[in-house]
C-alpha cells in the first residue's frame, strides 16, 4: 500500500527522488479518500514552488482538494495524461497516476518527509477522523 | 448548524459492513458511497440500487381537519389526491419563499389484514384504514427540516405569523393531529430500471406492484416486513419507496440486496443520489431552495395551485406571477472539463448574474453540471454564460432538463 521508496507527507501527497528531481503523486489513502477523480488541475512546466504550496487540483465527484509541493523548486515535467485519464490517479497512484516532477531546490527539506513506516502509523490517528473529512454538499 | 453528534439510522452496522464511507448531512452521519459514486450512478440508471434514506423525516396528518389544514398551508392541492396518491408540494413563508420542500401521500385503505405497519396502526384509527374514511396524510419532509417544519406547521395553528388577511384562514372547527414518527420509520428507496423485477420477488401480493403507478402507493408486505409502498423517487429512475417499522429495516434492507443480487443490485449513497438528482434537475433544499428563494423562481410553479383557495403566500405567489420572476432557475452544461461548485458566481457579459447553487460531475454525460440562478433573460436553453472556478471563467451552456431520459412510470 505504501512504497518503501518513497518518502510521505502528512497532507497525503508521495515524494519518489531519482537524483535533483521529486516525482509527486497522492497516495493509495488519499485517492481512496477521494473517491472517483474526475479532473485535475495541473501546473504548467516552470512553475517555481515553494515547499507547502498548493501546485495542483484534484477533484472527484464529490470533493475538491488541493495537492502541496512537498519540495521547493521548479516543475519540470506534468502528467498530461491526467488531461483526459484522471482516473489513473485512482487506478494507479504511484505509478501513471503521478502528478509532476519537480527539480528540487533545497535537499534538507527531504528530512522533513516521513518514512513509509511513519506515514502508515500517522494514518492510524486519521482514520478515526475520516468521516470529519468527506464533506459532500 | 448541526454542533451537536450527528445521529445515525437504524442501518448503520449494515453500512459499516458493506464498507461504507460516510458524510454528514441535514444532522445525520450517511453513508457517502459504499464502492464508488460513479460505479453505484450508473447501477441506479442501468440496473437497480438500494438506499438508507432514514435521515428523512415523517409527519402523520390525520383528522377530520387535516385536509383543510394542508390546502392552506401547502402550494399544491391536497383535495385532490385520491386515496393512496401522492404529489409533490412546498410549504412557503407569507411572502412565497420556501419553509421546505414535501413529498405528500394520502395514505391507501387496508386491503389485507397484517400489511400496516406500527407506524401506521398507532396513529390512524379503525375509520382512517377504510377508503370511505378521514383521509390521513404522511409527509415526508427533509432531514435538516424536519424539527423547522414541526414547529412551522403547529406555529400555523396557534400563532400565525402576519400575512395579507386574503391569505388567513380562520381555523376550523374540525380537529386534526401532527404525529412526528420520523424516530419510528426505516425509509428505503430502491430504484432502476430493475426495481420492480426485484422487488416483486418478495412482495406480497406480487402482481400489485404491476398495478401500482407512479406517484401512488399502497400497503403491503416486503420480505414479510408490513410496509408503505410508494412509486416514487428522487432519481429520474422508476423505482420504490419503502415506509417500515425501525425494527424490521434490518430484514428489509437484506432481503432486498439479496433479491437483487442477480441483477447486480448495489446499495447506494447519498454521493450517487445528488448526482442522479442533479441530472434531473431536481431541487435539493439548502442548496437551490430556501426561505430566500419561491417556488416560481426555482421552476416549481406546477406545484403552486391558484385556484384552490387562499393559502399561506398566496398574495405574494400571484404578485410575483403577474410581474414575472427575476430569477430562474436553470441547469447548465459545462462546455470544458472544469466542474462547477456550489456557491461560485455565474458570469454573463463581464458581469455576476447569479450563482451555482448546486454543481458537480455527472456520471451520464461525463461533464461538469450546474444548477444555478440567473436572471430570465440568460434563462433560455441553449444560452451560453461562463461560470468562475478558482479565478477562471469556464463555458457553460443552459440545458434542457432532464440531461437523461427520465424512466419514471406514468
Redesign the interface.
Known sequence: MYPKDLLYTSEHEWVKVEGSKARVGVTDYAQK?L??V??V?LPSVGDTLAAGQAFA?I????S?SDVYSPVSGTVQAVNDRL?DSPELINQSPYGDGWIAEIEIANPSELERLMSAEEYEASLVGEEKE??KE???? | MAQATPRVTPLASYHEKLGA?????GGW?MP??YS????EHRCVRERAGLFDLSHMGEIIVAGPGGVDFLAWSTTNDPRRLGPGQAQYTCLCTPTGGIVDDVVLYRLPPVEAPGTLPQWALAHLGAAQQQESGPPAFLAVVNAANHEKDLTWWRELTIHPPAMPPEDYVEPALKPFDLHDIGDDVVLLALQGPAAQEVLSRVTRPATSLDELTYYHCRWGTVAGVPALIARTGYTGEDGFELYVDRQNGGTLWEALLAAGSSRGILPVG??AR??LRMEMKYALYG?DIDETTTPLEAGLGWVVKFTKGPFVGRSALVAQKVSGVERQLVIMVMQD???P??GIPIVANGQAVGRVT????S?SLGK?IALGYVPPAWAPVGTLVDVEI?GELHPARVARAPLVPAHIRR
Not at chain 1, 134 to 137: F, N, P, V, Y
Not at chain 2, 36 to 39: F, N
Not at chain 2, 358 to 361: E, L, Q
Open positions: 479518500e473517491g472517483d474526475v479532473f488541475d487540483v477533484e472527484s465527484v464529490k475538491v488531461s475520516e468521516s468527506d464533506k459532500t454538499e | 464511507r460516510w458524510t454528514e448531512f452521519r457517502v458511497h464508488s459514486i460513479i460505479e447519498l454521493g445528488d448526482t442548496n472539463r472544469a466542474i461548485r456550489h448546486s454543481g458537480g460531475f456520471p461538469g478558482r
